[in-house]
């Protein structure tokens, strides 16, 4: 499994960003699809998963209400919306699958396949 990750940016405080997560590989097969991000000198986070079959959708505290996690199954493809950007907010966001149940579904060490990361910079 290949992914693919992209839609990041510089952007104001307030402002929005949409990445964009595209799966790749013989026959896909996840049962979450998360978002992780890492900023300097900190350890990476978990910010949001979805169920791949459901669309059962679970956020980390610090995004919940600004962040919408969504998926495209037919074109194997995971979004992050994210609105009411803080700079607290920037970091490299991260991509991510796992065929983990909800227990682990935070936790970034169950995910097997990753994206490259794509930066997300947001400006006070």
């Known amino acids: 499994v290949q992914l693919q990750a992209s839609g990041g940016g510089l952007v104001q405080t307030g402002g929005s960003l949409r990445l964009s997560c595209a799966a790749s590989?013989?026959?896909?097969?996840?049962?979450?699809m998360g978002w992780f991000r890492q900023a300097p000198g900190k350890e990476r986070e978990f910010v949001a998963t979805?169920?791949?079959?459901?669309?059962?959708?679970y956020y980390a505290d610090s995004v919940k209400g600004r962040f919408t996690i969504s998926k495209n199954n037919a074109e194997n493809t995971v979004y992050l919306q994210m609105n009411s950007l803080k700079p607290e907010d920037t970091a490299i966001y991260y991509c991510?699958?796992?065929?983990?149940?909800?227990?682990?579904?935070?936790?970034?060490?169950?995910?097997?396949?990753w994206g490259q990361g794509t930066q997300v910079t947001v400006s006070s």
């Open positions: 991510a699958r796992t065929l983990g149940v909800l227990s682990v579904a935070r936790i970034s060490t169950n995910y097997d396949s």
């Open positions: 590989g013989s026959t896909f097969r996840a049962r979450f």
């Open positions: 979805i169920n791949w079959s459901n669309g059962i959708t």
